[in-house]
């Protein structure tokens, strides 16, 4: 047995052959006890790349749409930037030896197109592809199975100066990205994400202008969406063409949509934006349609930039779904128009009456249960994925350099407890990625919001410490059950 192939079998032993575990896991659902996991379940932590790798102009990587946006006056709380960020580029290692210490077996981490390519055209950079490959390889070393999302919001920049998200082109540039990547690791790894919360950047970044590229243009955010869309079904044919055997899911941020009153106006309002954030990129590619009810029907044609076909074009048979959830969505009917045709609301993220994070996020993990059950419609029998849950909470050091973060603790036992539910219910979830797997740069609020289950000192070396909630978290993984 070769080096590679001994990888490969490290990859199978690393819960990578997940089909029999399934079976089992479906089998055992209905039996679970409150807390208790389905035999084989994965337990894993989530970083992406821009939060944490740094280095970012180091061995041939290009420009990001991150690394312009951050530069921009007063993006940034504090004026961080993720030039360093927990330099895991170098210190990978030392982020492996966290997620042993957890007792975890699964790591999602993301690839930063602009180290592949770093102008987001043409061939690939051996120096960037290299880091992927050396990852890869000491966590399939250490047991531990890669989850790569392709697509964590780092657009190349020269692609967003071609028109970004909103110009069709960018699906097919996307496609080529994923084949690179699929030809480079798709002999040692299964299960690829396609995207990241599509929902969460092209809101953000086209619509609201808080996130890179910071563009505020409800009509380029529609044309982004389905891009997008179209991007999933190019890069799931991508992968596959690359390698027949790849598992090809992509990640969703889903949220329950409450409406602010029980009024008939501000119900409508939630309705319609919980299809446009729950359901505009998911159902497409599963389905070829959009939700009805969302954009005035004799203009979505337009809006969008759709062609002939492209019900086909869009659609990917995902064979697995990711879904992110934090916290409810506050929905009302407003007198004003959003900017998207027909949609008159206003929107608050986790705005609610319950006790909050850190971040102001509200916390309340009944939504969690409630929109597994309800995304279970439209993904059906498809394996589900927990990639990202968990919390803010900024606990520093004490004076023996612990970090006590019992909040965090009772976030995550209380969501866990609402997953075990869903699946003894019959949702039929293989796995939890706490987010996060330490702290990093989070986005537009820079270092000041601490999601980590690892503490990360950014004035001392990035010199990472496990936080009460991580002794913890790695007793929950090792029981496979809410301790
Ligand atoms: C999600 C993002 C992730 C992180 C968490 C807190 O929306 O996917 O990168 O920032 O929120």
Not at 343 to 366: M, S
Not at 406 to 417: D, T
Request: glycine share 8%; aromatic share 12%; proline share 5%.
């Amino acid at each position: 047995m070769d080096r590679r192939e001994m990888l490969k079998s490290g990859a199978a032993a690393a819960g990578v052959a997940l089909l029999p575990q399934l079976a089992l896991a479906a089998d055992a659902a209905g039996k679970l006890k409150p807390g208790e996991f389905p035999p084989g379940f994965l337990w894993g932590a989530a970083t992406a790349a821009y939060q944490v790798e740094g280095a970012y102009n180091e061995d041939g990587k290009g420009e990001s749409v991150w690394d312009r946006f951050v530069l921009a006056p007063g993006k940034i709380k504090n004026g961080d930037t993720g030039n360093v960020a927990c330099d895991s580029y170098h210190r990978y290692r030392d982020d492996i030896a966290l997620l042993r210490a957890m007792n975890l077996k699964s790591y999602r981490f993301s690839i930063a197109w602009t180290r592949i390519q770093p102008n987001g055209t043409g061939a690939a950079n051996a120096r960037g592809l290299a880091y992927y490959d050396r990852l890869t390889d000491a966590l399939l070393e250490a047991g531990i199975r890669p989850l790569p999302t392709l697509y964590h919001w780092d657009l190349p920049q020269e692609l967003e100066d071609r028109g970004g998200w909103p110009n069709r082109d960018t699906a097919a540039r996307f496609a080529d990205y994923a084949a690179i990547m699929g030809r480079a690791l798709g002999d040692r790894i299964n299960n690829w994400s396609l995207f990241n919360e599509s929902k969460a950047f092209t809101q953000l970044s086209y619509w609201q202008g808080v996130f890179a590229p910071g563009r505020k243009d409800a009509l380029a955010f529609l044309k982004a969406t389905h891009t997008v869309n179209l991007a999933h079904g190019s890069g799931y044919r991508a992968l596959k063409a690359a390698n027949a055997k790849l598992q090809v899911g992509s990640v969703y941020d889903v949220s329950p949509h409450i409406p602010a009153t029980d009024s008939p106006a501000d119900r409508a309002a939630a309705e319609a934006m919980a299809k446009l954030s729950n359901l505009w990129f998911v159902a497409p590619v599963l389905t070829g349609r959009y939700p009805d009810g969302v954009l005035p029907a004799q203009q979505q044609a337009a809006l969008l930039g759709w062609q002939s076909g492209d019900e086909q074009l869009v659609r990917a048979d995902l064979d697995f779904v990711g879904l992110n959830y934090y916290s409810m969505t506050r929905v009302a009917a407003s007198a004003q128009n959003s900017g998207v045709p027909g949609l008159n609301v206003t929107v608050d993220w986790a705005v609610g009456p319950d006790e909050k994070t850190d971040f102001g996020w509200d916390i309340y993990p009944q939504g969690f249960y409630d929109i597994l059950k309800s995304m279970q419609q439209v993904t059906g029998k498809r394996p589900i994925e927990i990639t990202e849950n968990g919390a803010a909470y900024n606990n520093k050091p004490d004076a023996t350099g612990q970090i006590h973060d019992p909040k965090r603790i009772a976030y995550l036992r209380a969501h866990l407890n609402a997953l075990s539910r869903a699946i003894a219910d019959g949702v039929p979830v293989r796995g939890y990625h706490c987010w996060s797997l330490m702290d990093n740069f989070e986005w537009a609020q820079g270092y000041s919001q601490r999601f980590g289950l690892t503490y990360v000192d950014f004035d001392n070396h990035q010199q990472r410490t496990l936080k009460e909630s991580a002794y913890w978290y790695a007793k929950v993984a090792a029981a496979n059950r809410v301790v």
